[in-house]
């Protein structure tokens, strides 16, 4: 690979070398009709469960549509009549407190232990699933129940408690979804999970004894209600929460960084080499202290050079960073309003390609960014890699010297954003960096083309913030009136708050225990009023009404059918 000459750029460092030449081979293209190295599925538990939970719906609709069970009445009959017979005082008394577990008072137990639980945690993606899931089952179950309007079982004595219709069993139903609800909410995947559904299978074995022997519930009601009960949280935690994606686990850890060994690791090495020509030695994650919304990867891969090896930079995008990002500027439009005009990214592909795009920009600007080397798709529409030049060498700004060259250097790099219509929007610490006296901007997957004015003077308070964590204050205003006026520096300081910084930055200067936000405003020659961070508008307020309205309806239908029938 051909080497390019130094050239000059943007902020007046020393041009870098061109990094060392890579390795590659002969691409392959996927053929058509090949799957994806990572599809998702459902296991073979789960298609057996789905089709069972099929076959029990079917079930209910000749029913339905016949209006009649007799066909199920005779077998059920002489079950409950076999289980009368073995009724004695002390098997009554066991059998009542053997089924306390699908009383109302339980459920509702479980279900706000869940809810504080998964709060306590944040893990808020397994508790939206989580009460999607209850919401669906009791739903559904409490409409099959009046659809049907079977009776309780007759010719038998009932014995304690039970109210409304008996098809299918609603207590077996909603305590058989809440526990596995519960046991892939929080029991880690592995030999942990494999025990608790053993667990589950013991408890729903009980309840059912129970209720048979009590004459509560017919065999084939309890059979439906735990086909159901089953079938839709399975499907509903291994489609919306893969374990590889949003793993079970009480470690520290971002639930932005995913797994990338096994499967994942391998479908990585292969695409890296069918579609840019790479052959990957490793693929380890680095650095995750420093991101949120994605998964940085150090990639070894082979050089030009003989038996040699170096390293390329990868940051892995999946489905959920995109949910994510959706679910965030939701949450900060409701809580902030918008003070820019900015649009959530519909898809991973569409989000690596605004970053590609993006650091293309800035590269043909003259700023000194990571060397972009292309696109890896792993898995369409769910999963990419951008791949670009590794920094090798590199620290952040941080953790090295600042003198007034690297000073000047940030400056420059605000003041070259500015003069081409950019903004970085997430200056901070880890995304910059400094090698031999040269500075590099990185993770520009938030940056903006012609963003709000705001937008820019923000940037330029935070790299005057970032600046002054390893010099201070006074220093730093100084080189700044060279490069900004001082009506520039003022606006940067009146537009910038807390929550305007990144929390590392915040972080860092809790840390520190100085207000350099404070200082600069006391080397100002004057004070600018303070931008509004709140916008109101009416689209805010509609927002806001109608997730309020949703929210509430759907705990209504919870609550409401959760009661009744049990």
Known sequence: MATLPPVATATGAAARPAPPALRRVRRRRRPSGEPPPLPRHLAKSGKWWLAASAGVVVAWIVVAATGSVSHFDVVDTRVLQAFAQMRTAPLTRAALIAGGLATPIAVYVLWVANLAILVVLRRWRHLFVWFGVALVVVAFGSLML????????????????????????????????????????????GRTRTVGKWVICALLAITALSRLYLAQDHPTDIVAGAVLGVAVPL??????????????????????????TGARGDAIVRALQDQLGLLATSVEPFNLAGSGGSTPLRIGVKSGEAAGETFVFGKLYAATHVRSDRWYKLGRTLLYGRLEDEQPFHSPRRLVQYEDYVLHLLSDAGLAVPRPLGIVEITPEREYVLVTEFIDGAREIGDAEVDERIIDQGLSIVRRLWDVGMAHRDIKPANVLVRNGTMFLIDTAFAEVRPSPWRQAVDLANMMLVLALRTDAEQVYRRARLQFSDEEIAEAFAATRGLTMPSQLRHLLREQGRDLHAQFLQLLPYRLPPVRIQRWSWRRVILTIATLFAALLAALILVNNLGQPL
């Open 146 to 189: 009046n659809a049907l309007q079977r009776p309780r079982p007759y010719d038998v004595e009932l014995l304690g408690r039970w109210s409304g219709y008996s098809m299918p069993s609603l207590p077996i139903t909603v305590l058989t979804a809440f526990l596995v609800s519960t046991l892939y909410a929080l029991v880690p995947a």
């Open 235 to 260: 499907a509903a935690f291994r489609l919306l929460t893969p374990n590889d994606v949003f793993p079970v686990r009480y470690s520290r850890g971002r639930t932005a960084h995913l797994d990338v």
